[in-house]
C-alpha cells in the first residue's frame, strides 16, 4: 500500500503519515487508533510496540481514555499498567489520581466490583489530600458506586450522602441527582421502602430531562407499589412505558413490572398483553428481562388454566440462553413441577434478591392452588 493509499484510509494528510513513517512526528493516540482502525490492524499487534516507545504519561492517558470509551477495557488496563509505572517512577506520581480512577472505571465496566473497590479506595483517599473539591466528590461518588455492588450497602450510603453534599455545594446538580438515585438503589435493596421513595423523587427531580430520569422514575413506581400496593403504582408504571425519551431498556422493565402488578390485581389478560408488547423487541433484551417477561407470562397462562399456553412459554424460557434473575429461576422450577417436566438446567440460587415482582410467592401459589398439566 503506498502512503497516499494508507492517508486516505485514515483520513490524514499524506505529509503527516510520512513525517510518522520516517520516525520525526510521533502520532497522537487518536493518530494511532484511527489509522490502524482503518487498516483493520488489531490493538494486540500494535500495542506492545507503542508502549515500549511511548514514555509520555499523558499521551498514555489520553490513549487509555480512548480505550475506554471504545470498551476496549483489557487494552485499556494494559496502558494503565504502563502509565502508572511512568508516573511512580519517572514523574513523582504525578498521574496517580487519575490512573486510580480509570483503573477503577475499567474493572467496574467490566464487572470486577473487588478490583474495583481497591483502586476507587486509593482514588478517595490520595484525593483527600489534595484541595480538588470536584475530583473528592467524584471519588466519593465512585466508591459509593462499588461498596454497593460488593454489598457493604452501609458504607455505600453513608458515601452518597457524603458525595450528595459535596455536589450540592459545588452546584453540580445533574450529580446531586445522580448521588440520590444510588442512594436510592441501595435503601431498595435493604427493603427500606420510605426513604428510598423520597431519593427516588429527589433523584427525578434533579435528573429531569437527563439520562438516568427513566431509572429514578421506575424505582419510584417500585417503592409505590410495595407501600401503597400494586393498584396505586399503575399510572406511574404506564406514564413510564409511554413516555418516548425513556431508554428501551428502563421502559422493558417497567412493563414487565407493570404486568406483575396487573396480574397480582387478577387481571391476568391485560398482564399478558403487556408482555406481548414487551416481546417486540425480543432481539434486543438481555437475557434477565427476556426470562423475566416469559416467566410473567408462563406464570399468567397458568393462573387461567391455559396449561398449553404456559408450555410454549416455558419452553422459550428454557431455550434462553444467558443469565437470569435468581427469583425467576426459583419461580420456573416451582412451575417446571407443577407441569410435570425437567426445569432449565440452571441452580435456584442459595440467596434470592427480591425485585418487587413476586413471581416466586405466585408459582408458590399455583403450586398451592392444585393446578396442575394433565396427566402430570
Known amino acids: ?108 465496566a467490566r464487572g470486577q466490583y473487588s478490583r474495583a473497590l481497591r483502586w476507587f479506595r486509593l482514588l478517595d483517599r490520595a484525593t483527600r489530600h489534595f484541595q480538588e473539591p470536584q475530583m ?74 437527563k439520562d438516568f430520569h427513566g431509572d429514578a422514575r421506575l424505582g419510584e413506581a417500585i417503592t409505590l407499589a410495595a407501600l401503597q400496593g400494586a393498584e396505586p403504582s399503575l399510572p406511574l408504571f404506564r406514564a413510564i412505558v409511554q413516555t418516548d425519551n425513556v431508554g428501551s431498556l428502563v421502559r422493558t422493565k417497567a412493563r414487565t413490572n407493570l404486568a406483575a402488578k396487573l396480574r397480582q390485581l387478577g387481571r391476568f389478560e391485560d398482564a399478558l398483553r403487556e408482555v406481548k408488547e414487551g416481546l417486540q ?35 422459550a424460557y428454557k431455550d434462553i440462553d444467558g443469565p437470569k434473575d435468581g427469583e425467576d429461576i426459583a419461580a420456573m422450577h416451582i412451575v417446571a413441577g407443577v407441569l410435570g417436566v425437567a426445569p432449565a438446567d440452571e441452580a435456584i440460587p442459595s440467596v434470592i434478591e427480591d425485585d418487587h415482582e413476586q413471581r416466586l410467592k405466585a408459582a408458590l401459589q399455583i403450586l398451592q392452588s392444585g393446578i396442575r398439566a394433565g396427566g402430570a
Open 1 to 108: 500500500m503506498t502512503i497516499s493509499e494508507a492517508a486516505r484510509l485514515g483520513d490524514m494528510p499524506r505529509a503527516y503519515l510520512s513525517m510518522i513513517e520516517a520516525g520525526k512526528r510521533a502520532p497522537s493516540p487518536q493518530t494511532v487508533l484511527r489509522l490502524t482502525a482503518a487498516l483493520q490492524i488489531p490493538i494486540t499487534t500494535w500495542l506492545p510496540a507503542y508502549l515500549g516507545e511511548e514514555t509520555r504519561c499523558q499521551q498514555l492517558m489520553r490513549l487509555a481514555n480512548l480505550l475506554f470509551d471504545e470498551r476496549s477495557y483489557g487494552a485499556a488496563r494494559t496502558v494503565l499498567s504502563r502509565a502508572y509505572f511512568v508516573s511512580r517512577n519517572e514523574q513523582d506520581g504525578r498521574y496517580n489520581t487519575e490512573i486510580y480512577h480509570l483503573l477503577g472505571k475499567v474493572y467496574y
Open 136 to 209: 473528592q466528590a467524584i471519588a466519593t461518588y465512585n466508591l459509593a458506586q462499588v461498596l454497593a455492588k460488593v454489598g457493604q450497602r452501609v458504607d455505600a450510603l453513608r458515601k452518597f450522602e457524603e458525595a450528595d453534599e459535596s455536589f450540592v455545594r459545588l452546584r453540580q446538580w445533574f450529580y446531586v441527582g445522580r448521588s440520590a438515585l444510588g442512594k436510592a438503589n441501595v435503601l431498595l435493596a435493604m427493603h427500606t421502602y420510605p426513604e428510598a421513595y423520597e431519593a427516588y423523587r429527589r433523584a427525578a427531580y434533579f435528573l429531569r430531562r
Open 281 to 315: 423487541d425480543v432481539d434486543q433484551l438481555p437475557s434477565p428481562l427476556l426470562a423475566g417477561l416469559l416467566a410473567e407470562a408462563t406464570i399468567c397462562h397458568m393462573l387461567l388454566k391455559d396449561v398449553d399456553a404456559a408450555m410454549q412459554t416455558f419452553q
